[in-house]
Structures are given as C-alpha cells and as structure tokens.
C-alpha cells in the first residue's frame, strides 16, 4: 500500500480504534461515573438537610442511622455475596483495636456532620482535605514510616492553603464553632486511618468489609448511648410537628449512604489506586465549584461567611498542595510512571490487582482519605 494510500485510511483506523477504547471501557466510566455522583449527591443532601432544613439538629441520630446502613452493607457482602470471611475468634482477638477504630472513625463522621450545620460544604471539604497533615505525624510516631522532603513541603502548602480558607472577616461565631469541628473531623479522622492502617496490615488477615461488619455494631452503641441525653427529645418534637416529612428525610440519607458504600465498593475493585486516588481530589474540586459558583448565590444562606480574595487563595493552595501530595505519593510508588506509559500504549483501563478482602489501598495506604462508611 502507497503512503498516500495509508494516510487516507489513518482516519478510518483512527475512527474504528476509537470506538473500540469506548466499548472496552463502558461498564469502567459507569462504574466510575456512578461513585462519582453517589459521593456528590450525598455530599450535597447532608449539606442541605443539616442548613437548609428548619430545626433539623440532630447530626448524631443521623449518623447513627448512616452506622446502621454500614452495618447492613457489610452483612450482604459477607453473608450474602461472601466476598469477606466473618471470623469472629479473630475479631476478640482484636476487639480492643477494632473499638478504638470505631469511636475515631464515628467520631470523625459525627463531627463532620454536625460541621455541616455552620459552615458551607465547600469550605468542609477544603479543611477536610487537610487529614495527611494530621495522618503524616502520627504515622511517623507509630509506624515509623518516612516521607520525603517534597511531601512534607506539599503538607505545609496544605496547611497554609486550610488556615487562609479559614479566614473569616465576620467573626460570627457560627463560622468558628464549624470550623472547629471541620478540624476535629479531620483531625480525628486522621487519626483513624492510622489506626486501620494498622488494623488491616499485614499478617492480621482482615480487610475493609470485615472490618466494617464488626466496627459498625461499635458505632450503633457509642452514638445511640449518647442520643437519649443530647437528640432526642428535641427530635420527637421534630417528628410530631413534622409529620412523614422526618421518615422521607431519614430515608433518603440512608438509601444515599448505602448507594454511596455499595459504589465506593465496586469503583474500588474495578479500578487501581490511581484512579482512586485522583477521582479523590476530583470530587473536592467539584463539590466546591459546584457550591460557589451555582449553589451559594442560590441558597443565600446567612451563615455562610462571606467568600474573599484570601479564601480564594485558601482554597486554590488547598486543592494544588492535595493534588501535589497524592502526585507524590503515586510517584514513589511507580504508580504514575505505569500509568503514563499504559496512555501513552493506548490502554486506560486500571484493573485493581488487590483482591475482594484486600486492605483499602492508595497511593499512600496510610493516607488513605476515602473508606467504606466514611462520606
């Protein structure tokens, strides 16, 4: 065949390549596609219910029930599906670690929400995005890990850009009683992902779906012993003037958390840590845009501070020091060179090597940001 003859059939081959890279890849952008609006969504109703909701004050029932939606997640899986083992001796032998874990991560989660109640969920996800700067010290305390100069410089950018988003010229203390409780959220999220690091590390034979089968129990009992003293009479005032409304809110929150754990789950097995990791970084840079330039000027809501040219600066360094941080990370570990050289073949698709009850994986294991029952 003539070059003339190749050149004009490149377009053709070009066409045909094309459409095979898209039917190759369907059920991966939908499974992708799926975790991304499932995470969204829920992101975005839990800001809506605990702001924009009259009276609706109860962060801790409304984790409580997210618990119990965990807890009947990792069930179907192990009893159901019996993608994990459920080995209970093992869970005694661990109890202490595994109640330690389950008061940091409900901790984490019940802070968080109640967080949403003062503060944007923009501003959430900038301060959340801080957690390595919390995890690094502690995982060099107890796992004796080392980081590299360039990420321990990605982590002060990290803190500046969370400390200049922070920045408040109103001083209403709405805004400082948030942030306070963003910071422990993320603190003592941080906190737990050193602990599960821990727990499901090597030798210990326990994965991300066992693990929340026996954490989640815990969770129910620590939230639901503290309800009746702080929540509750305040939230059958709620449900009398409130009618099937509180029911219909509730639901949703928790079809929402088991759609987000079910999709979490299945984007986790289907794709590398790679892909995880950035469609990490993705999500926060989404959830803020989406808030700032569509859903703030909608809402008007009178808590929210007002957004300046230093929280700006906060927020682009915030979101360039994570994204340098998880580039890092995926570069020591050889991650991102295979990934390059897999677009640079053509080939896309990232079939995660860990099995069904592997640890949660990243591209910094103890890093980890995004776990099963954590939104």
Known sequence: MSP??????????????AGG????????????GGDFCTSLSINFYNSWLMRQVPGFDFPLI??????????????LLVFGFRV???????????????????FLRGASIATNNWSLMYIS????????????????????????????????????????????????????????????????????GGSSIVVGAMLMGKGTGLGPVSVLLYMSPCQVLMLASVVPFDELPPFLDFVRGHDGSTALYLAVGTLLAVAFNLMSYVQLQSTSSVTSSMLGNLKIVSIILIYEAG????????????????NIVGYALTI???????????????????LLRRVGRGGTREVGTEGLEAPLQSADPPERKRCLGLC
């Open 121 to 188: 969920i923009a501003l959430n996800k900038v301060i959340k995005a801080s957690v390595p700067v919390f995890t690094v010290p502690l995982s060099i305390l107890f796992e004796r890990k080392r980081y590299s100069p360039y990420k321990i410089v990605a982590l002060l950018c990290l803190a500046s850009g969370t400390m200049l988003s922070c920045v408040s010229l109103s001083g209403q203390a709405a805004d400082a009683k948030g942030i306070l409780l963003a910071l422990i959220s993320a603190a003592v």
């Open 320 to 338: 360039s020091a994570g994204l340098a941080y998880t580039l890092l990370s995926l570069y020591e570990r050889g991650q991102l060179q295979g």
């Open 84 to 102: 994990a083992p459920a080995n209970w001796e093992q869970a005694r032998a661990l109890v202490l670690r595994i109640v330690l874990l389950a």
């Open 21 to 32: 890279f898209w039917r190759t890849n369907l059920g991966l952008f939908i499974i992708i």
């Open 295 to 310: 859903l703030r000027p909608v809402q008007k809501s009178r808590e929210d501070h007002e957004l300046t040219a230093i």
């Open 4 to 17: 003339k003859g190749s050149t004009e059939s490149s377009p053709l081959m070009a066409s045909v390549s």
């Open 62 to 75: 409304y984790t409580c029930l997210h618990m119990v939606a965990s807890f009947l997640f990792a069930s």
